[in-house]
């Protein structure tokens, strides 16, 4: 058994013959289709001698003949080896000669001038296109020949660019039940948007107000927000360097009114040592109660009357605590 390819087999039947010259040598067993081109298999007679590059032609006995293959040694190379069981004739060696109809059909175009009165017209119409415009027509040619050099070198772009649309359709291709249930959802949803289009656009033109009065309201009052913020610098800046005062004060909202940074030192376990100076006088209260009040300067005044020099202690007019010693009328406005 040898194997043939050929790229037309015509009207080719199983038990078809198989000549070399006018002999027949074997037949065909098996005809079928490999990717765009048929491929044979033939039974030939063990005393057949033909070199391993013969080829294979589909050939026809006479006008109306049957139809064979027809075997031959290479005409445009040298023969090489011989034609053994298990040998396939490669495409390239195949051929066919031309059919009664496709011999007809020529006889037909030339017999019934085939186009060739036409001939002339075109050559006529073409000298007369480019008359006088052989230097555009060169033109033409030169930019011709740049334009396909620059689609040459970008060959491979165009390729990468095929694969990508090719991955691109396939994922939609995997998306397909997801676009089928959005084709038939957006006809829906459009004609939902069509039914409050009145609506849409009283929403876009209310926009456009609350727009026109943001802006107004931003220009109104543009110069005082920016005096707003330039009087809070110096507040920010205040509290900026009142930063380490502000953190350290923090450390006594949860001990007060003792300062959680000295706790430790005088309360120890079950007992505290304490050592306290207290100043109860009018004027220390007065100092660290009142001021800033309505009341500041009073316990200070009637400390006065009572004969104390602020700052001095004993009194030198009461030589004793002044909340014990007695009132003097005569002192004081």
Request: proline content about 5%; hydrophobic content about 40%; aromatic content about 4%.
């Amino acid at each position: 058994m040898i194997q043939a390819q050929l790229p037309d087999v015509d009207r080719l039947q199983p038990n078809s013959r198989v000549r070399v010259g006018d002999v027949t040598v074997g037949t065909v067993t098996k005809i079928e289709r490999q990717d765009w081109h048929a491929l044979l298999t033939m039974r030939l007679n063990g005393d057949v001698i033909l070199p391993e590059n013969a080829t294979a032609a589909l050939g026809q006995t006479s006008l109306l003949g049957s139809l064979h293959i027809e075997l031959a040694p290479p005409s445009q190379e040298r023969p090489e080896g011989r034609l053994h069981q298990g040998s396939l004739i490669p495409l390239s060696s195949g051929k066919a000669y031309p059919s009664t109809e496709q011999t007809l059909a020529a006889a037909s175009v030339l017999l019934n001038n085939g186009g060739l009165g036409q001939v002339q017209d075109i050559t006529r119409a073409l000298s007369t296109a480019f008359a006088g415009r052989e230097g555009e027509l060169r033109s033409l040619l030169a930019q011709l020949d740049t334009f396909i050099g620059r689609v040459n070198d970008q060959t491979d772009d165009i390729i990468n660019a095929t694969d990508s649309l090719n991955r691109l359709v396939g994922q939609f291709a995997a998306q397909q039940p997801v676009i089928d249930k959005g084709l038939d959802t957006i006809p829906a949803a459009l004609t939902v948007l069509n039914h409050r289009r009145d609506h849409l656009i009283d929403a876009v033109d209310q926009l456009g107000k609350f727009s026109a009065l943001a802006a107004d309201s931003v220009d109104q009052t543009k110069a005082a927000m920016v005096q707003e913020l330039k009087d809070l610098g110096p507040v920010l800046e205040s509290l900026g360097n009142a930063g380490t005062s502000i953190t350290r004060s923090l450390n006594l909202i949860t001990t007060f009114p003792f300062a959680k940074d000295s706790l430790d030192k005088w309360f120890r376990g079950d007992y505290a040592n304490v050592s306290l100076i207290v100043d109860l006088t009018l004027s220390r209260l007065d100092s660290g109660l009142f001021t800033g009040t309505r009341f500041e300067g009073d316990l200070t005044k009637l400390e006065m009357q009572w004969g104390r020099t602020i700052g001095v202690l004993p009194s030198p007019y009461t030589a004793g605590n002044p909340l014990l010693a007695p009132y003097r009328t005569d002192q004081g406005p």
